[in-house]
Structures are given as C-alpha cells and as structure tokens.
C-alpha cells in the first residue's frame, strides 16, 4: 500500500503548493543567495553587464558655441594672468598657448615691415609671404582667445586649439619652402604640440569632466 504524497496533485483544483514556493514564469529574472541587507543582482534577458574600464574615448564637444558672442571671452581680457582652479598640466598648456600667441602677434607685425621690404625685391614672393603672414596673425590672435576659453571650461576650445596645432605645422611646411621663410615655425609648433598633449592627459580629461555642464 503506497503512501500519500505531502505534495497536491495539480489536477486537483484546490490544491496550493507550500508557502514561499512559486512557478518560475518564463524569462522572469532567476534570483540567486540573498543575505541580510543585499539588494538581490537580476539579470534580464538580452542585459549586458556594465563595461566599465576608465578607458578614453573620444567624444565631440557639446558645448559648441552657437552665436558669435559665446566666442568670445568672458571679461574680455581682464582674465588673462588669472589661472586659479586649473590643474598644473592645464595651467602650463595655458600659457604655452597664451605667450605663443602674443609672440606671434609680436612677430606677424615684424613680419609685415618685412615683406614691405620684400615687395621691391621680389614682387611675386612678397604676395605669398604677405598671406602667410595674415593667417599666422589670424592664429597667434586665436591661440589666444581660444586659450582664455579654454580656462572656462569649454570643451570645443580644446579641440579648436588642437586643430591650431596642426595648422601651425602646415604654416611650418609652407613657410619653410620659401627662401624668405620663417624658420621659427617649426620652434612653433612643436611647443604647440606639446601644450596640445597636456590638454588630452588624464588629469586635464578629470577637470574638463567636472567642469561639464557649468554655465
């Protein structure tokens, strides 16, 4: 003669299975060993675990400047010794950029008593020459407005400075091809290059972070 089972027959309309026990619905979360006080880990279907890692990853600014006037500096440039709350790597790079550019506004304008010389000698050359000068102006007075916003905390500034960088390297190649040349360029960009690299490592990357999103 067979026992009963403790456990209800299914069929049985009434039956209820023990307290705590419940059918497991398909693609529900599988809970695994709680303890007292932790939150129990789901895993749903198709969830990937957070890949986290630190690693860099390159992203396009999002504070972009959308009239002219965010361009410009706030302050003007009663701000331009003030370098409180920057990191020293940022700091370096800020006035790396800062002193290039009013050495190449010093320079653009002896450039330009220059090529007046150059016109009664070499007509052809000195119009060249003369343009050259103009854009190095244009960058040495970019360089540095694009550093007082760079101590702002906008992002688009570094990657605009970054961009000047490589500009300074093909004003190098350019200039140097010419027999009036500036040898100097080349002194340029690499200390233009350097400053680059300062703004891209880790602990410039953490200031820009915090300072994300600040008006």
Known sequence: MSTPSDEPDPRDPGAERPSGQFPARPGSPTPGP????????QQYPGQQPNAGGGRFAFEMPADRPRTFGEVLPRGGLSGLFDVTGLPTELKVSYWIWVIGGLLGLLGGVIGLFGV??????LPGVAILVFL???????VAAAE????????????WARLALTIVAGVSLL???????????QDGNWLGFLVSLVA????????????????RGRP
């Not at 709680?34 to 880990?41: K, V, Y």
């Not at 050259?132 to 244009?138: I, R």
């Not at 407005?145 to 992002?155: D, F, Q, S």
């Open 196 to 211: 680059t690299a300062l703004m891209w490592v880790p602990n410039s990357q953490n200031w820009f972070a915090a300072a």
């Open 116 to 121: 007046l010389v150059l016109f009664a000698i």
């Open 132 to 138: 050259l000068v103009l854009v190095a102006l244009a």
């Open 171 to 181: 004003l190098a190649i350019v200039s140097s091809s010419f027999p009036a040349g």
């Open 34 to 41: 709680q303890f007292p006080g932790q939150e129990p880990a």
């Open 144 to 155: 540095i407005v694009l550093a007082l916003k760079l101590k702002e905390g906008k992002e």
